[in-house]
């Protein structure tokens, strides 16, 4: 039981350039997320999905664009790469969005240079 | 606006001693207050979540004291093990409309002493 896989792990992009960050789970899980986390800042939230065919704005959404492919898949899009986008993002999912456990993929560290 | 404060921010505990980490939150729509434990290279993964109509839950070694009144909710860790060294975070949720995300803490880096 994989939970929830994020791909790639690790992608270094120069200031400009575009990239698709890959979530799928495999939990049946109505609810996706995505978050980054920076050193000192916690996790903050950049885009959810409560249910497939539906994307709602976080805390932090200038900058990205979400997909919700199907119920397992989530991605995430940087359109034009920004060095303040250097992060760690994070990928989760829970049953649906009412106060039920989110589970956390590994997660994707990115640079932008 | 920081909506959920933690403290403190690093934290050294002797083995068998007793590890305690603090929470505040503002927002009084948030009814669901869950910790995770992140150990390097890793996601999250939940430890121990409590609702508001509880003061106290207690899993294994993992205690949430919780203080609706005051607004804060602490974790106490019991016994701790050097394998239980990671980050905490504690976190909070409301119960709808905007973001149904968690808002979380800033974390508390954790090293048990053997």
Request: hydrophobic fraction near 30%; include cysteine.
């Amino acid at each position: 039981n994989a939970g929830v896989t994020q791909t790639p792990k690790f992608q270094v992009l120069k200031t400009g350039q575009s990239m698709t960050l890959q979530c799928a789970q495999d939990m049946n899980h109505n609810s996706m997320y995505w978050y980054r986390q920076d050193p000192g800042m916690g996790l903050r939230l950049i885009y959810y999905s409560a249910s497939e065919g539906t994307t709602d704005k976080g805390e932090v959404p200038n900058g990205y664009n979400v997909s919700r492919l199907n119920k397992r898949e989530f991605s995430l899009r940087l359109e034009s790469a920004a060095p303040s986008q250097t992060s760690v993002y994070f990928c989760a999912s829970s049953v649906h969005t009412s106060n039920q456990p989110q589970h956390f993929g590994d997660g994707t560290r990115l640079s932008i240079l | 606006q920081q909506q959920v404060k933690q403290s403190p921010q690093s934290l050294i505990v002797q083995k068998g001693g007793i590890s305690i980490i603090n929470c505040a939150y503002e927002n009084t729509a948030f009814d669901y207050f869950p910790w995770y434990q992140q150990f390097p290279g890793k996601g999250p993964a939940l430890l121990i979540a409590i609702r508001p109509d509880v003061s106290e839950k207690k899993e294994g070694r993992f205690t949430i004291s919780f203080n609706k009144s005051a607004k804060q909710f602490s974790l106490h860790i019991m016994d701790s093990q050097p394998g239980d060294s990671a980050t905490y975070f504690c976190a909070a949720k409301g119960a709808g409309g905007g973001a149904d995300g968690l808002t979380f803490g800033k974390g508390t880096h954790l090293i048990i002493q053997p």
